[in-house]
């Protein structure tokens, strides 16, 4: 049981350039959470999803984007990364159901843009 | 929007010491969860309180949750090396768990 599967785990981009941090979970979760973490800022939310097909913004949802297609699956995608952009990104899933929708993270992507 | 703050940031303590982090938000929650994040690592559950005035204990650990359901603390007693690491809550809104800005614990032997 893989739990949450966060790829890449590291990646370094120039300013300018997109990409896109896959999430892959197998617990059959209804939510997914994307989230950063910088120094001092704790975890912050970007977007999140309660469902296939749906997605909201979170605290801090300029300059990502996300889609969720399939029910395991939450993209998040960078169009035009900029250094402010550098961070761990943490992606969660949780079951929709009161008292069992606690997150389980993956293992984190840390990205650099220089 | 919802904010939900910590204190302290950073707490030292000798092993053996008491360490408490408070966690206040702005807006009343439906429930707040607690995580903890080891050093290079990803957070991790801990626990959930869902009632007002709640106190939950596992082990050393000691969580409440304040009766106005705006406020909680984590109380370790006699930390120990292992105790290292953030500890993070976790204010619920509707579908958004919005996080604090976390607690650094340093435990020195």
């Known amino acids: 049981n893989a739990g949450v599967t966060q790829t890449p785990k590291f990646r370094v981009l120039k300013t300018g350039q997109s990409m896109t941090l896959l999430c892959a979970q197998d617990?059959?979760?209804?939510?997914m959470y994307w989230y950063r973490q910088d120094p001092g800022m704790g975890l912050r939310l970007i977007h999140y999803?309660?469902?296939?097909?749906?997605?909201a913004k979170g605290e801090v949802p300029d300059g990502y984007n996300v889609s969720r297609l399939k029910k395991q699956n939450f993209l998040l995608g960078l169009e035009s990364a900029a250094p402010s952009q550098t961070s761990v990104y943490f992606c969660?899933?949780?079951?929709?159901?009161?008292?069992?929708?606690?997150?389980?993270f993956g293992a984190g992507s840390r990205l650099t843009v220089l | 929007g919802q904010q939900v703050m910590q204190i302290p940031q950073y707490q030292h303590v000798q092993e053996g010491e008491d360490f408490t982090t408070y966690c206040n938000s702005s807006t009343t929650l439906s429930n707040i969860q607690w995580y903890k994040q080891r050093p290079g690592g990803h957070p991790v559950f801990l626990i959930q309180l869902v009632k007002s005035g709640e106190v939950k204990k596992q082990k050393r650990l000691t969580f409440q949750f304040g009766e106005a359901k705006k406020n909680s603390s984590l109380h370790i007693t006699a930390t120990q090396t292992t105790d290292v690491g953030t500890y993070f809550c976790?204010?619920?809104?509707?579908?958004?768990?919005?996080f604090g800005t976390g607690t650094r614990l340093q435990v020195f032997p």
């Open positions: 976790a204010g619920r809104n509707t579908d958004k768990l919005i």
């Open positions: 617990m059959n979760h209804e939510y």
């Open positions: 999803s309660v469902g296939e097909g749906t997605t």
């Open positions: 969660a899933s949780s079951s929709h159901r009161a008292g069992a929708n606690v997150l389980t």
